[in-house]
């Protein structure tokens, strides 16, 4: 099977965070109508992959919430509920979040064997672990949620770490980014997206797929493999 479609997904704020500083109540970004997309498209896809951190900093449960979604998927002969997948360099992973209790099937990539093996001891059968080499990270991820998993669209829902390696890597296919009318200003914050060397450099251009207002806030589609030095 092929690697799957990679749609990466965040809010962020103006000036590019994507949460204040840790350790503060969680920033709400979006807005009511938002939501309501975000939970269309993961009805759409496969699987839905964070990092540990997210789940470590904000205990989501990663689901599609629309009962009328979630019957179309079953219509359809899908699971109810995409495949939700974390990925770990520790398997230092809470039993107890909320991840594992949640929603349909859950998969853990764990970055080598000591991990492997960690991870697997702190969750049971909560999730199926399987091992990535440390060496190339997310090209086996990819291969495995294609090869083994069938998946086909695979939505990554944070945090920036991910969607810094994703996109410095080259292996995402869309954007989708959503700004808040909203100014956090701290110089500790939390940002979507941290230093890398980035495919073409500063000057290239990612493509724009769509921009659109969904009440206070603007979704932008960019296609990041699709650039270019000239202003379009």
């Given at each position: 099977m092929p690697r799957p479609y990679v749609l990466l997904s965040a809010a962020v704020s103006i000036d590019g965070h994507l949460d204040t500083r840790?350790?503060?109540?969680r920033l709400l970004l979006s807005n009511k109508q938002d939501f309501e997309r975000v939970d269309s498209v993961r009805a759409s896809v496969d699987a839905i992959l964070v990092g540990?951190?997210?789940l470590r900093a904000d205990n989501p449960r990663l689901l599609v919430n629309s009962a009328e979604r979630r019957a179309s998927?079953?219509?359809a002969?899908?699971?109810e509920y995409p495949l939700k997948v974390t990925i770990t360099g520790t398997g230092n992973l809470d039993p107890g979040w909320k991840f594992w209790h949640h929603g349909g099937d859950k998969l853990v990539l764990a970055v080598d064997h000591e991990a492997t093996a960690k991870a697997?001891?702190?969750l049971g059968d909560l999730a199926t672990v399987q091992s990535v080499p440390a060496e190339a990270v997310w090209p086996a991820a990819l291969d495995i949620l294609g090869d083994a998993y069938a998946v086909k669209r695979l939505m990554v829902e944070g945090g920036g770490t991910v969607h810094t390696q994703l996109l410095e890597a080259a292996l995402a296919d869309e954007l989708q980014l959503v700004i808040a009318p909203l100014l956090v200003g701290q110089f500790d914050a939390v940002r979507m997206l941290g230093p890398a060397s980035y495919p073409g450099g500063p000057a290239a251009r990612l493509r724009l797929l769509e921009t659109r207002q969904i009440g206070d806030v603007v979704l932008l589609r960019y296609a990041p493999?699709?650039?270019s030095t000239e202003p379009r």
């Open positions: 840790p350790g503060e109540d540990a951190g997210t998927r079953v219509a002969g899908e699971p697997r001891a702190n493999k699709d650039t």
